[in-house]
Nanobody, 122 residues
């Protein structure tokens, strides 16, 4: 069982930055592929970024590539999402998720956090 707790969301102006964290319980965190997803009001949940177990491979949605950076610290059981140059369309609840099977789509994720709200004002 893996429990995930996100933090770092909040209100920021257009062009600003936020740093999200996701703390995971469990001794096998380092074996999981991790992902960040988001869901805006009235929209479906979408993939934002993913990272493999070692941190050596990262994946990004086209809409955030070049602005967001995913990273992980296996010693701290934590995955991060650095978000720069934020836009109003980035406003959403951001979820952290873990996959034991290696994929980064939401259908591969076994565990989900409860989410943290990011609001970008124009």
């Amino acid at each position: 069982q893996v429990q995930l707790v996100e933090s770092g969301g909040g209100l920021v102006q257009t062009g600003g930055s936020l740093h999200l964290s996701c703390a995971a319980s469990g001794r096998i965190f380092s074996s999981y592929t991790m992902g960040w997803f988001r869901q805006a009001p009235g929209k479906e949940r979408e993939f934002v970024a993913g990272i493999n177990w070692s941190g050596g491979n990262t994946y990004y949605a086209v809409s955030v590539k070049g602005r967001f950076t995913i990273s992980r610290d296996n010693a701290k059981n934590t995955v991060y999402l650095q978000m720069n140059s934020l836009k109003p369309e980035d406003t959403a609840v951001y979820y952290c998720a873990a996959s034991s099977v290696g994929g980064t789509s939401q259908y591969h994720m076994n565990y989900w956090g409860k989410g943290t709200l990011v609001t970008v004002s124009s």
